[in-house]
């Protein structure tokens, strides 16, 4: 059996090395898309991210990526957005801001309570490794975090986070600033991450091998 | 109880009111040419082996970042790392950290694309502070380290005055104000590395981290004077350092990853549990 694809898309948005030597790691192949056109063809797509959300939002529509993901998650293809990635599937972020979204989970993106941190005495950015927990009204049987034990930890770095609209979305979430932070999002075929798989050693790269349907 | 419940508990170790600290640990790995090297004071340095193989032991025994400083970066005028970061990021799945001799914005996104999660930024940022905001614009906050070599201020004087070019050149400036400054342009982390305990194994200048990180509200990373457990346990507790930077203490063998995260662990310091498997 050939191994599994994972099409990572490419609009310039920092380090794909590392994204690509994890799936390579886990056994699958990757295909780095560089064009519109290519999406239609992707079957398990990861759309990555770091840095401010209007320049990658920016960077997709530019590129035509927008209408393409749009249309490769409505067909019930797999989509897997990393970080900002995650945070782009919503409808629209705060961040120096308002900018719209890809609009593929309903919900804002919107930055961590400053005040709130500076009084716990709380670090902006969060970032480190953390354990996470099921959303309050899901479990983890049966969806792509099966495998995650208790005690796993995983890599955050963000400012940001995502607030899903509908709280059956949240698929795992963590403690910050005092805050919850979703740290997952799942609705349908659309799984979003706020943490890095591809940088959480192990348990991360389980995550990645689910994704792609090695395990 | 693990920390982790002790924290959803909302118990708080007496440390000033702070939530329970929550740490990573980091391997710092300074390398000239193709060597691991470890000096004292920065200077005097001392082969130790292949950086890949240290950073890949460091890896299998749980621990949380790698941060490669091309010590010798400045004589060539550019960062000569990229080799090493390629070869990192085949079997090395943690975040990466790369600085020295990173002068502009074209290094950073060289960097990045070899893939570096984070650059860290010394001499230059403090020669063009204007370099920490286009990086952060560019690239985001979160892969700018400002790296701030400190070195206490002569007696009579207080504070700590910055050191650039790997510690050999004053500047003049107050590291705290720096600290201050290098946050506001946009810096998502600061690396506080303490000229004068540095590979000497004497312990933190906890001062020093805990007058930065006070000052400013992102992570604080303390480097330099790790010898005994001990210490790496008074950076994070009275010093307030977010994460801690350790050299000496790996690569010299005097204490393993998993036995510093269980000692912590013990202190109510939070943070990724070691390996168990590894």
Known sequence: ?215 | MTNLQQRENGERPSNGGRPAPHVRLIARLDVKGPNLIKGIHLEGLRVVGDPHEHARRYYEQGIDEILYIDSVASLYGRNNLSDIVDRTTCDIFIPITVGGGVRSVEDVRRLLRVGADKIAVNTAAVACPELITEAAEAFGSQCVVVSIAAKRRARGSAGWEVLVETGRERTGIDAVEWACRAAELGAGELLVTSVDREGTRMGFDVELTQAIARAVDVPVIASGGAGRLEDVAAVIEDGGADAVALASILHFGMAGIGTIKDFLAGRGIGGRPARRDG
Request: net charge negative; with cysteine.
């Open chain 1, 1 to 215: 059996m050939p191994a599994p694809i994972a099409s990572i898309l490419d609009y310039d948005c920092g380090n794909l090395r590392s994204l690509e030597r994890a799936f390579v790691h886990v056994g699958a192949q990757v295909r780095m898309i560089e064009r519109a056109e290519d999406v239609a063809t992707a079957g398990h797509l990861v759309l990555p991210g770091v840095g401010a959300y209007g320049q990658a939002m920016d960077g997709l529509s530019r590129r035509g990526y927008a209408e393409a993901v749009a249309a490769h998650a409505a067909v019930g293809k797999p989509l897997l957005g990393i970080c900002l990635g995650m945070q782009l599937l919503f409808d629209e972020s705060e961040e120096f801001g308002p900018h719209k979204g890809l609009g593929l989970v309903p919900g804002r993106v919107q930055m961590f309570d400053k005040d709130r941190a500076a009084d716990h005495g709380v670090r902006i950015p969060h970032i480190g490794w953390t354990a996470m927990r099921p959303g309050p009204t899901r479990s983890w049987a049966d969806t792509i975090l099966a495998d995650v034990r208790p005690d796993d930890h995983f890599y955050f770095v963000h400012s940001f986070h995502g607030r899903p609209a509908d709280p059956n979305c949240v698929l795992a979430e963590v403690d910050y600033n005092g805050e919850r932070i979703c740290a997952a999002v799942h609705r349908d075929n659309v799984i979003g991450f706020q943490f890095h798989p591809e940088k959480s050693a192990d348990a991360g790269l389980a995550i990645l091998s689910r994704f792609v349907g090695l395990r």
